[in-house]
């Protein structure tokens, strides 16, 4: 994909999701057609808050439940532990963040990344107003993350990698961000192998989180050449026809082997993204 095209696909991405919030901060739900901002009318759409138990929505400030925009549940997967630093790629209203800062507890972190400035307004009054002291947002892409190498125990995403137009990036810097024997628990819309990108993009757009997903193999593949070891990405419900929300799961190699190349490198050589 060209640097325009890419580039010209954030601009759409970051204006849908300031419009998602700008939405919540007036009240409503997403702005963005009926519904959660990933789902369009394409999709028999199951993303949002209904994918937290009644007991993790209990832990939320009303406003962090209704911004929320996943197609899954990274923090019932992720396994987090006392005093882990954990990093949530593309936090949106801050959900996972402020649901982590509480499972990590005062001796650990939890850090937000976002790209769009009225998330990461929306998701620091989230957080203050759920009174989590331990976490921080920063601006910035996910395809080149604003932390240093090996420095988080669990990286966690919620339906936001299918976004980027740059995958092999962001699987390269997560596995650069990641301690070494670090792990990833994500959720993300993930194609059946068969679906080409033409036939994924008939079945929703880019910026409604169906078009720009991986297929299970390029998941894999990708994330094998990345450096990752027990990959495994377990799909859990069907958002659109050959398409559903899935659980991504992979720990970072204790010495990652890349086939020689350089990360990104690697990731797009193994076919992926
Ligand atoms: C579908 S929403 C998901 C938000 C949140 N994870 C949740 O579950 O509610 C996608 C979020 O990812 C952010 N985002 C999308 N692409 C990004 C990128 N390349 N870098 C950083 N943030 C990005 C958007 O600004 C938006 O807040």
């Known amino acids: 994909m060209s640097t325009d095209t890419a580039e010209n696909l954030r601009e759409q991405v970051r204006e849908r999701y300031a419009e998602a919030a700008r939405a919540v901060e007036a009240g409503g739900g997403c702005g963005c057609g009926s519904g959660s901002c990933c789902e ?10 209904s994918l937290y138990s009644a007991e993790q929505r209990g ?27 954990v990093l949530d790629l593309g936090s949106g209203g801050g959900i996972d963040v402020i649901l982590s800062a509480k499972r990590v507890g005062p ?14 307004a929306l998701a620091r009054k989230n957080a203050a107003q759920a009174g989590v002291g331990n976490v921080h947002f920063l601006k910035g892409v996910i395809e080149e993350i604003p932390l240093p190498a090996d ?68 998941y894999i ?18 958002v659109a ?18 086939k020689g190349l350089p990360l990104v490198e690697a990731a797009t050589s193994a076919g992926c993204c």
Not at 194 to 211: F, N
Request: charged share 25%; glycine share 10%; net charge negative.
């Open 40 to 49: 369009n009318e394409n999709a028999s759409a199951d993303f949002g808050e």
């Open 59 to 85: 832990e939320l400030p009303d406003a962090a439940a209704l911004a929320s925009l996943g197609c899954g549940n990274p923090t019932a997967v992720a396994e987090l532990k006392e005093g882990e630093v």
């Open 107 to 120: 001796s650990g972190t939890a850090y937000g990344l976002d790209m769009t400035d009225e998330m990461l």
């Open 151 to 218: 420095s988080i125990d669990v990286v966690i995403s919620n339906c936001v990698i299918n976004l980027s137009a740059d995958k092999a990036a962001v699987l390269a810097e997560m596995a650069r961000v990641l301690k070494p024997g670090g792990r990833l628990g994500i959720s993300d819309v993930v194609a059946e192998d068969h679906l080409s990108p033409a036939e994924r993009a008939e079945r929703g757009s880019h910026v409604g989180c169906i078009a720009g997903a991986l297929s299970k193999g390029e």
């Open 221 to 238: 593949a990708g994330l094998e050449a990345a450096g990752f070891e027990q990959v495994s990405v377990e799909v859990t419900h069907e």
């Open 241 to 258: 026809d050959a398409m559903h929300g899935a659980i991504v799961k992979a720990v970072k190699a204790e010495q990652p082997e890349t």
